[in-house]
């Protein structure tokens, strides 16, 4: 009985074909095919003409799984065996076309599943490589300009101190060296995001007071923008911690683009800044302090607002002066992600803007003591710095920026690496200045040579490495080769001596 | 004197096999892409150098590597095609060893690599990429849509098995 069924239900499904070794059909039944005795099984379908040459040699069965097959214009999908059984050659022909075709759909789904999925992996590469391209390309022009600058603030700096100047002159350079100074925050923003997206952003984990952080900020932009009938409004709840555990440096620049579009943006009205922090909410041992600032100003349009934290967005921006207000809210966008916290906003063309952005901190512990008093002589002991530099334009800034310097500190100029060690031999120097490329040798190796010196008297000399190219993998890399410290291009004369005097007075 | 060969086209999925076949055989193309299960054989007669061979074109389903190819749709192949797609690196990234694994299974037999849906990057600076790659240094670059080449690539790997 269950063979009866069984054979109902495979009989019309499984057709059993006996050949010859030249593949003339012996034997057969019709269920699948209508094949008649004595043809050649080999006409009727490419298939059996290609797997004839297997009849010969056949010891082992051969299955071909799921053969598109047809035949008398019959199509079907089967599986097909080859079978030798005691010198005899048997094909079998078991028709699966309902199985196959039902899971054609599924394959045909994963398959373009599949090619999507790279497809969308190879863009997002794509666009990861542009990106990283940018950045790189980014860094380097920064780096470029950055020398130039550096040339012209350090001149400009130096023609102050000029008694003789006319009050012309004097104003004159006032505008020249406002506009540099404002390329430099143009370049330094520039970096800053390059920097972020590259991952390369260094976050600072020290204590300090947000209380005279937001209020210095507020001083300073009130008074820059003293000629616009603007009112202000500071309001920090009491509940803000006092002294707070992170980045003031970053804050600093997160309040100064807000602030400062706030200032920008609001011709008459008031701006207000609030802080407060939700002391029931604390998260691994960190409170949330919640920023506000809003103001009475232009405002952004519907269209705009989707798109104002998006890179370089501002660069596009025709009505809002082109780069006249840096790469700030791109910036701060990145910033506080980089912090941890987000950012919303909310406008209304001409009514105003208003954003807030929540910043995690820990709070800082109380800590007593006296703060230490370095103790000197007195007696100021002059220093003596070797500078290694090639240019003309760079040794006249140098010796510009020297020349009667209050801290007594005597330099000497050599044009080459090679110089310098020759020098270095001779004498006895308190540090040496220097920078990143040479003609005849890169940075990196000079001070390795220096560094690495068998001479005690050099190898111990400490070096302040100076560079247009201020991103961090480089200062990293400059550090760990020896380098004392790291002074990116463009430095004010202020910038410098503070520098020198952190490094010689240890 | 008639010779009948069989060839079967290797590859990923979607890079084409089916649709170089159809351009070859039948002088058709078709943009849908119709997924292949299991095998479809097709016949082709050509001529070449004066000898008629019967092509018996084994187009098999795609695969990301030949090992995972059914064994028995290999058996007794006189020629293969090694299919990629030019736009989609997924299915030329493992080039070498696809090439390799061919060349120590199936010795002596001769295989084509084809670069195929060039036309998607004629113009295009990608194209750079093929001729810089050692591997691709025997590469024939087709395009079933266009029919660039296809007829050629058929020609060149029978002349190979006089």
Known sequence: MIEKIKNLIYNKKLQVIQLDKNGLVVDTENTVFNIKKNT??????????????????????????????EIDNKEIIADINL?????????TISDFTEHYEYSHPLVQDKNEAIIEKYKLAFERDLLFEKEKFKNTFLANINHEIRNPLNNLLGFMDILTEDKQLSYNQKETLNIMQKTGSHLKVLMDDMLDISKI????????????????????LLKHFTSKFSNKPIETDLEIDENVPNRILGDPTRLNQILFNLINNAFLYTDTGNIKIKLDCNDKKVIDGKSFINFSISDTGKGFSKESIDTIFESYHQLQLKKIHPLG??????IVKELITVLHGD?????????GTTFKFTLPFEVAKKTTGKKSVPKGSGILVSKRILIIEDKEVEQMLFMKLFLNNDKAYQIEIVKTPEQSLELLEQKKYDLIIMKMVF??????????????HNNEKINSTPVLMVSGNAVLSEQEKILSAGAKDFLPKPFTKKELFSKLGEILKQ | MNLSKKIVLLGHFGVGKTSLIRRFVDSAFSEDYLVTVGVHIKKKEVVVNDTTFNLIIWDVEGNTSIEKARSSYLLGTHGFFYVFDVSRPETFENLAEELK???????????????NKYDLIENDTSQDYFTQHHIFKN???????????????FISLVSKLL
């Open chain 1, 40 to 69: 050649k099984l080999t006409d009727l379908h490419p298939f059996f003409e290609s797997i004839a040459p297997l009849f010969e040699t056949l010891i082992e069965p051969i299955e071909f799984a799921c053969v598109n097959l």
């Open chain 1, 83 to 91: 079978i030798q059984e005691k010198g005899n050659l048997f094909i």
């Open chain 1, 197 to 216: 997206e590259k991952g390369e952003i260094e976050v600072k984990h020290i204590p300090f007071n947000v209380r005279p952080l937001v209020k210095n």
């Open chain 1, 325 to 330: 207000q840096g790469l700030g809210l791109k």
């Open chain 1, 343 to 351: 950012i919303t906003v909310k406008s209304l063309e001409g009514k």
């Open chain 1, 439 to 452: 003609p005849s040798k890169n940075g990196l190796q000079v001070l390795k040579d220096i560094t690495s």
């Open chain 2, 101 to 115: 694994y061919l060349e120590e299974n199936f010795p002596g037999i001769p295989y084509t690599l084809i670069g």
């Open chain 2, 139 to 153: 590469c024939k670059f087709t395009s079933a849509k266009t029919g660039n080449n296809v007829e050629e690539v």
